[in-house]
């Protein structure tokens, strides 16, 4: 779990100072728009849909864009595109298994992008199945300092079913099985601690240590990925030691 969270730091921090801020955007409302046609348009009776939200505007995507995207997806406002969820497996440099999630309206240019990043980039496609079984789907939640302590956070979330609580340096990552991740949300809600995302995710059962060089090139790899508008997530089950970390950000 460790490389995972570390991996989710710095990932958390790039997101934040993400010069691709317009990509962000357009990710974070594809996904307001999916919820809402998969869920209805209430945020209230739709968590998938509150969660999006929420997620947008702490990105500081504007309300009308976000409200835009709803009524979309809801069916309020016509113009929503048909998009669908695609996963795709493959192994990056060093072996790493890498599963990229893709929510795209056009299947072919999605396998083509996938396929070109992951080519040129020194990593390989594989088939269905044989990358997904090394990851578990679970809810996590991530929760500013703010203050708190792992003791406060692990009181508020140990009823509503979380499994752990993991300290990624400027924030807290609360796991649970991704059923349980609203329960989890709604109990820091209710304890009234504020959380910066909750999402379902997928965490590696094990992982692949990484020198600065395989670091180097495993990020460069899940940026090429990241950069298609297609791509909405990409999981990987690599570890980077502190120390490594930090030659790797000189």
């Known amino acids: 779990m460790s490389g995972h969270s570390k991996w989710a730091t710095t990932k958390h921090k790039k997101a934040a100072l993400d010069a691709k ?3 962000l955007f357009a990710k974070l409302i594809k996904n307001i728009e999916v919820a ?5 348009g209430d945020p209230e009776g739709n968590p998938t849909l509150y969660d999006a939200i929420q997620k947008a505007k702490k990105s500081s995507v504007p309300n009308d864009n976000i409200e835009r995207a709803r009524k979309r997806g809801g069916g309020e406002e016509a113009g929503g595109a048909d998009w ?3 996963m795709y497996e493959g192994y990056g440099p060093n072996g790493v298994a890498v599963l990229i999630e893709c929510l ?11 396929r070109t990043a992951m080519t040129r980039n020194g990593g390989s496609m594989a088939d269905p199945g044989s990358v997904s079984y090394m990851f578990n789907r679970k809810g996590v939640v991530i929760v500013p300092k703010n203050g708190l302590t792992e003791d406060d956070v692990l009181m508020a979330v140990l009823d509503a ?3 752990e609580v993991n300290d990624l340096g400027e924030s807290f990552e609360v796991v ?6 609203v329960a989890v949300r709604k109990a820091l809600q209710d304890a009234g601690y504020d959380y910066e995302s909750a999402d379902a995710s997928f965490l590696p059962m094990s992982t692949v240590q990484l020198d600065a060089d395989g670091a180097r090139k495993i990020f460069k790899l899940i940026d090429a990925l990241e950069d298609s ?4 997530n990409v999981y990987a089950n690599f570890d980077v030691a502190d120390d490594v970390m930090a030659e790797v950000d000189a």
């Open 21 to 23: 801020r317009g990509k």
């Open 36 to 40: 809402a046609r998969t869920g209805g």
């Open 84 to 86: 669908q969820t695609i």
């Open 104 to 114: 795209t309206d056009n299947r072919n240019r999605a396998a083509t992008e996938v």
């Open 161 to 163: 079913g979380a499994e």
């Open 176 to 181: 649970s099985e991704a059923g349980d991740m």
């Open 229 to 232: 508008d297609d791509v909405q």
